[in-house]
T-cell receptor, first 114, second 113 residues
């Protein structure tokens, strides 16, 4: 079974530029999460999708971050414009539609804003 | 709301030492509990899980028991190896198919020869 795919693995941009990350979850997984992990901290949930609907985006900075999950499969997370404090690893995870199961994580995208 | 509190690291141990990483949680209802591990340069991997009170999760010599009375899920290993050096995250998940997954801040473990 293929895992969660994320791209790119690394990205360096200047502040005020825009960037987009892509995630392809495991086939059949209804739930998709985007987390931000700042160095030395635990993952912080940015947005959670159930199929193609948003379940929770309460911690997403909506003035600069946006995310979509078209057709309930792939997802993109965009930052525009980026700030220095957005430097972090962005993790995508997916979860099957069963109770008490774990989430499966991609390898993440490391973003550096200079 | 739901939250997870982990002991702060880093934890430095000699090889073959006993490991305990404390984790306590706050949640409504009956969450599932997880330990994830993150090796350098890699994503998070599930280490073990427990889905109800008194369940013990185990994997690769690691164990954790779901203690509802103390709202804890402490990670233990009897004899650590250098290869166990990583960051360990405790997490909880609420019930339901669209359940939320909340992480602790992580504990870095360094094992030396």
């Amino acid at each position: 079974e293929a895992g969660v795919a994320q791209s790119p693995r690394y990205k360096i941009i200047e502040k005020r530029q825009s960037v987009a990350f892509w995630c392809n979850p495991i086939s059949g997984h209804a739930t998709l999460y985007w987390y931000q992990q700042i160095l030395g901290q635990g993952p912080k949930l940015l947005i959670q999708f159930q199929n193609n609907g948003v379940v929770d985006d309460s911690q997403l900075p909506k003035d600069r971050f946006s995310a979509e999950r078209l057709k309930g499969v792939d997802s993109t997370l965009k930052i525009q414009p980026a700030k220095l404090e957005d430097s972090a690893v962005y993790l995508c995870a997916s979860r099957p539609p069963r109770q008490n199961t774990e989430a499966f994580f991609g390898q993440g995208t490391r973003l550096t804003v200079v | 709301g739901n939250s997870v509190t982990q002991m702060e690291g880093p934890v430095t141990l000699s090889e073959e030492a006993f490991l305990t990483i404390n984790c306590t949680y706050t949640a409504t209802g009956y969450p599932s509990l997880f330990w994830y591990v993150q090796y350098p340069g890699e994503g998070l991997q599930l280490l073990l899980k427990a889905t109800k009170a008194d369940d013990k999760g185990s994997n690769k010599g690691f164990e954790a028991t779901y203690r509802k009375e103390t709202t804890s899920f402490h990670l233990e290993k009897g004899s650590v190896q250098v290869s166990d050096s990583a960051v360990y995250f405790c997490a909880l998940s609420t019930t339901g198919t669209a359940s939320k997954l909340t992480f602790g801040t992580g504990t870095r473990l360094q094992v030396t020869l």
